[in-house]
């Protein structure tokens, strides 16, 4: 089959092995899969992933022993693959099992190739009613509903979200469905338009520019900082009242220095937020209450897939989505 | 009236002005103080603090004009005088408001005096069966209580407490209480023995040993990081499960490097946690749950509290109380 093969450089090969699904998975044809920063991330060394790489997809399932039920069917697919027998998955936390593999990151081949393998228990059904280029957000919006699963946003709550990329994009839209008073802070004009026209408060600020919390109506309940960069840090910690919750969606390489003496003063709750549910991801885009066509930049045939990254690493880019 | 100011350097004065309370505030004779480690930092320039130090004390009311019924009743005080009308007040967070003043710390002079005025709605009656040496303890216990003010800590949870000085002593009798699964990890015997004589585990680790959640049973659903020291976060992280909580209690000079990226994966959440409410501690204290008796080091007259800062400053030292 054709796969994009990630060994410290991107290698599109027509001939890689098409994969067997071992006890409890099934084999799934992706017809489309969506590129995340993760996997230019990947590209620059993080988590020194060999392999296939691509995590967000859409795919029928082709082949599943044991669950016959499942075949034929278009599904997404929770990218954690835990073990379901250690003491975390016991404790209901999968996608902190310490076994875990993880679809084109860690340890399993993933979405950019004609087929991937994934245990059963990890697909959801697609409504017929959704796309394939809008299911392909299940898993991203499924992390952006993560914050919720963590934090109660209360509807009288202020909140504001650092970073207008595709990610910041989505947890605005999900945060906007609480009611609560939400401001998305941005580089990006384009991007905080499409927030502007969902009727989300969105102000441009060019990068290095602090913003003061007297310039926005004053401090946040909560703040959400999906900025990608280590210095969104400094800046969220700046518009947090004391109390108030901050949540981390942005990974990168390296540490940040933190003042923990003044978040114990001001006894604030730092939040770590990674992938999240995927059942109601897919009932919001099915209720139509999260709108991700503008989020989508390109669409390209798998076989253009290495345009496809270099066109998702230009700065500023949304969305790039391959075809199968 | 007599006075240690800090001013610099420590400054034992007799003639320094009895404080007159403005509307609202009582004046208040203070009977036993206590030395907390802030004191010591504030020496060391922590909050640039000139004035009278001391927060932790046990006085009586002598002088309440508008709320006679206090005059004459014991009493200990929340050391967060704040101004009630702000939106952080009215949010029902005043130890958080941005125009507080607090008890020895910051612009309104402390207990290491004859006198000190704080208003009238920050006391609290001290039960008649509490003598003085107990009740002092009433400030650094409402800040071991704040914790489960803050988390919710279920009798099932696995808790370590980093730390065995004066507060991570009190965080350890208050988390037993719930009865969970707890070990504090320390540096010195002698106080390690006080907590096993309470039958409660702990683990005896020379400084820069890095203890590993193996040696221990397991990583801790929530660990308590009350070592006073930067390098307290690094085995505090080390030894908390995946979405687990991680307490900071610990305030010192200086920033931590800290990977957040790992903290977003790991779904972590820190909380920062500093004062507490003053009716569960005394509540504690009053039904003997909480046994502060091992943890006075030394009492000296009030005439000789140069001395006594000199004991609180020698290594291992627990609570240094003086007495008016």
């Given at each position: 089959?054709?796969?994009l093969?990630?060994?410290?450089d991107?290698?599109f ?5 098409v994969p067997?699904p071992?006890?409890?998975?099934a ?5 489309v899969?969506?590129i995340?920063n ?5 590209a620059?060394g ?5 392999g296939?790489a ?13 669950a016959?039920a499942w075949e034929g069917?278009?599904?997404?697919g ?6 379901g ?5 016991r ?5 902190h ?5 993880t ?5 399993r081949?993933g979405?950019?190739?004609?087929y ?8 959801y ?5 959704l796309?394939d280029?809008?299911?392909v957000?299940?898993e991203?919006?499924a992390a952006?509903?993560?914050?919720l699963e ?9 909140v ?10 989505l ?5 906007a ?7 998305v802070i941005?580089?990006?004009a ?7 026209r969902?009727?989300?408060?969105a102000?441009?600020?060019p990068?290095g520019?602090m ?7 004053g401090?946040?309940?909560v703040?959400v900082e ?7 840090f ?5 518009l947090?009242?004391?109390r ?5 969606k942005?990974t990168?390489h390296?540490?940040?220095?933190a003042?923990?003496?003044r ?10 937020s990674?992938?999240?549910p ?5 009932r ?11 989020l ?8 253009e ?7 998702a ?6 969305k790039v989505l391959?075809?199968m």
């Amino acid at each position: 089959m054709r796969a994009l093969v990630l060994d410290q450089d991107w290698r599109f090969v027509e001939d890689y092995p098409v994969p067997d699904p071992p006890s409890g998975e099934a084999r799934i044809r992706v017809r489309v899969a969506g590129i995340c920063n993760t996997d230019l991330e990947l590209a620059r060394g993080y988590l020194h992933f060999c392999g296939v790489a691509g995590h967000e997809f859409v795919g029928v399932v082709e082949y599943a022993p044991g669950a016959e039920a499942w075949e034929g069917r278009r599904v997404v697919g929770d990218i954690n693959a835990a073990c379901g027998v250690c003491t975390t998955c016991r404790a209901g936390r999968p996608t902190h099992c310490p076994h875990r593999t993880t679809l084109g990151m860690d340890g399993r081949d993933g979405a950019f190739a004609d087929y991937l393998t994934l245990p059963v228990r990890n697909l959801y059904a697609v409504p017929d009613a959704l796309p394939d280029e809008v299911a392909v957000f299940t898993e991203p919006l499924a992390a952006a509903c993560e914050i919720l699963e963590q934090v109660h946003v209360r509807p009288t709550d202020r909140v504001i979200v650092l970073g207008d990329g595709k990610l910041g994009l989505l947890c605005a839209q999900v945060l906007a469905l609480t009611g609560c008073d939400l401001t998305v802070i941005g580089r990006h004009a384009d991007k905080l338009d499409i927030l502007a026209r969902l009727g989300i408060v969105a102000l441009h600020t060019p990068r290095g520019v602090m913003v003061e919390a007297a310039e926005i109506g004053g401090m946040a309940d909560v703040v959400v900082e999906a900025t990608g960069h280590p210095d969104g840090f400094a800046m969220a910690r700046q518009l947090l009242r004391p109390r108030g919750t901050l949540v981390l969606k942005s990974t990168y390489h390296g540490a940040v220095k933190a003042d923990f003496s003044r978040a114990v003063v001001d006894e604030i709750q730092l939040v770590g937020s990674r992938c999240g549910p995927f059942a109601p991801a897919l009932r919001l885009l099915e209720r139509g209450l999260v709108n991700v066509r503008p989020l989508i930049q390109a669409n390209y045939p798998f076989a253009e897939i290495l345009t496809a990254l270099h066109r998702a690493e230009l700065p500023g880019a949304l969305k790039v989505l391959v075809t199968m």
